[in-house]
């Protein structure tokens, strides 16, 4: 039977034929197809599957009795098809549950299948570079460095390919890269080298996110996960924290800040560094960044001549002296649960204090590569 009919008339009635003038009393009786059991073949029989981000999985459903029935193709609670065959083709990578049902008045046909789909991975060649090769974004906090070759685009770029250095400002300045290709998470092991200038004494950690390119479009347009380091629990974390910088006047002047927490302060201004210290990229008279803040306390200023800054055990980075090695399995999902990344195509690192240490000025991290360990 034609499937547009079926959907128009889900309770076509047969009446088979009577040989009027012979047999009119004893006709057969109406047979309700809308009331006999759908018995469906389905064209995937295997309810366990697994793609990769770009391929296609054609499902089609068809009767082999002569049931009539309507029907469903439900992706998760959201109904995706009322047809007989349905094509799916995931925007993104991870786990989708594809539910089956043919119903009429007898009841209904059911089947659930399980989608696993991975992520498209951009394999390792001769060409392939171990160290980030192109900036995505760089949005510093305001900083004593801002507006310099260091704290500027320009500087920024200088870790393309290779061993460079930028400086981030003060808290929430973050720098995004892409990789040239996927960066596998190596069970057990760690995946990535963010190289800073931290000394034993002295780090100013930036947090690191890491992004899997779920949909397979080549562009940063996916999640950005949280690699969870060991301060992830101490006092003091601060998640979807945000702070609110405004471009001081005159413009060389300490410049004002304001918090989700209702706090403010000031980015202040030291004699070493004259220049206006409010970022000239944004145009704005103000703007506000979230990410998540650490504790202050490893800062010990009670020296003013000798001031230190204790590094965090691990998972930061401009935290240690030599780079601060990362592990992709750390990231976790904005309710803290890992995500268990196949791997990683884009990683940003941002500026994880809020610290005026002084005449040393603000607390800043700052990037002078990054590498995947699999290929150094
Ligand atoms: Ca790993
Ligand atoms: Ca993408
Ligand atoms: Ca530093």
């Known amino acids: 039977m034609n499937k547009f ?3 128009l008339k889900p309770r076509v009635v047969f009446i088979i034929p ?3 003038a012979i047999m009119a009393t004893s006709c057969t009786p109406e047979i309700d197809l809308y009331s006999v059991f759908p018995e469906i073949e389905l064209s995937q029989e295997e309810n366990d599957l697994q793609i990769i981000m770009g391929e296609t999985i054609h499902f089609s459903a068809t009767t082999i009795n002569e049931a009539v029935y309507t029907e469903e193709w439900y992706l998760g609670d959201k109904l995706v098809s009322s047809e007989a065959a349905y094509a799916f083709i995931p925007e993104k990578s991870g786990t989708y549950v594809l539910s089956y049902a043919a119903t009429n008045n007898a009841g209904a046909f059911t089947n659930k ?3 696993l789909v991975d992520a498209k991975i951009r394999p390792i ?3 392939s570079n171990l160290y980030v090769t192109s900036l995505i974004d760089y949005l510093p906090a305001p900083g004593q460095f801002i507006n310099t070759t260091l704290g500027s685009e320009e500087g920024a770029k200088t870790v393309e390919g290779k061993k460079g ?6 808290w929430g300045g973050s720098v995004s890269y892409a990789f040239d290709h996927t960066v596998i998470n190596t069970a057990d092991s760690n995946d990535l080298i963010v190289y800073g200038n931290a000394m034993s004494n002295f780090a100013e950690p930036g947090i690191v996110w890491v992004m899997q390119d779920e949909n397979a479009n080549g562009i940063a347009d996916d999640t950005w996960y949280e690699i969870k380091g060991s301060a992830d629990e101490l006092d003091g974390t601060i998640k979807n924290y945000s702070v609110t910088y405004t471009k001081p006047e005159p413009i060389t002047a300490d410049v004002p800040w304001t918090d989700s927490e209702g706090n403010s302060g000031v980015v202040a201004t030291n004699v070493f560094h004259k220049q206006a210290y409010y970022p000239a990229s944004v145009t704005e008279d103000s703007y506000t960044i979230t990410g ?3 504790s202050s306390s490893n800062i010990d200023m009670s020296n003013p001549r000798f001031i230190t800054s204790a590094p965090f055990d691990a998972g930061y980075a401009d935290n240690t002296p030599g780079g601060d090695k990362i592990d992709i399995a750390m990231a976790i999902d904005e309710d803290g ?4 990344l196949t791997g990683i195509d884009f990683i940003k690192v941002q ?4 610290a005026n240490m002084g005449w040393l000025g603000e607390l800043s991290t700052e990037v002078t590569g990054i590498a995947d360990l699999s290929l150094l």
């Not at 250095?165 to 003060?170: E, F």
């Not at 649960?337 to 268990?340: D, L, R, S």
């Open 125 to 127: 060649t001769t060409e």
């Open 5 to 7: 009919i079926q959907l």
């Open 18 to 20: 009577c040989f009027l």
């Open 113 to 115: 299948y399980t989608i």
């Open 292 to 294: 998540t803040i650490l």
């Open 165 to 170: 250095m930028v400086s981030l400002g003060g």
């Open 351 to 354: 500026t994880a204090i809020q």
């Open 337 to 340: 649960n890992m995500v268990n």
